[in-house]
């Protein structure tokens, strides 16, 4: 039989090394511990070799992420705060090329609304307010490439 311990100790690591599913048996007794689902990524090639712009993928469920700055780091001097991205990747104003962005300078924003598209191997990442405001400045340029907890936007709270 597995000691608690031990018990504690696999679940810490299935916790922190992104591994879905353990499962072992041991003395009779079964034990299985579930991480959390890791985002799948699926990498084929069009058919005839041909490439596919990333704005005609379509992606079954995005994920949403808030992306307020870091402790110590949400605010500057005259009490705006800075929205950054989780992760490296292409900074997206709009759901498409033709589309409008989805926020403008000037424009009013809710806790929980879409700021911009952040793509990472072909996934697309929604980065969204965790704060009701107004967009004062957007930082970054439609298609550039940006870094992990980058300044994508300066927001003045409500």
């Given at each position: 039989?597995l000691k ?6 696999l679940?810490?690591?299935?916790g922190?090394t992104?591994?879905a599913r ?6 009779g007794a ?9 985002p ?20 079954p ?30 900074f997206?104003?709009a759901p498409s ?11 009013d ?14 996934l ?14 957007v ?17 003045r709270?409500a």
């Amino acid at each position: 039989m597995l000691k608690f311990e031990e018990i504690c100790e696999l679940v810490r690591l299935v916790g922190t090394t992104g591994v879905a599913r353990v499962e072992i048996e041991h003395g009779g007794a079964r034990i299985q511990v579930e991480g959390r689902p890791q985002p799948q990524v699926v990498v084929t090639a069009a058919a005839g070799g041909e490439v596919i712009p990333a704005s005609q993928v379509v992606l079954p469920s995005p994920l949403a992420v808030d992306a307020a700055a870091p402790d110590g780091d949400d605010s500057i001097d005259d009490g705006h705060h800075s929205v950054i991205s989780p992760i490296v990747g292409t900074f997206y104003r709009a759901p498409s090329p033709e589309s409008e962005p989805f926020v403008k300078v000037g424009d009013d924003v809710r806790d929980g609304q879409v700021l911009c598209i952040v793509e990472a191997m072909k996934l697309m990442n929604e980065i969204t307010s965790d704060f009701d405001g107004t967009v004062v400045k957007v930082l970054v340029e439609n298609g550039e490439p940006v870094e992990y907890e980058q300044k994508l936007f300066t927001i003045r709270p409500a």
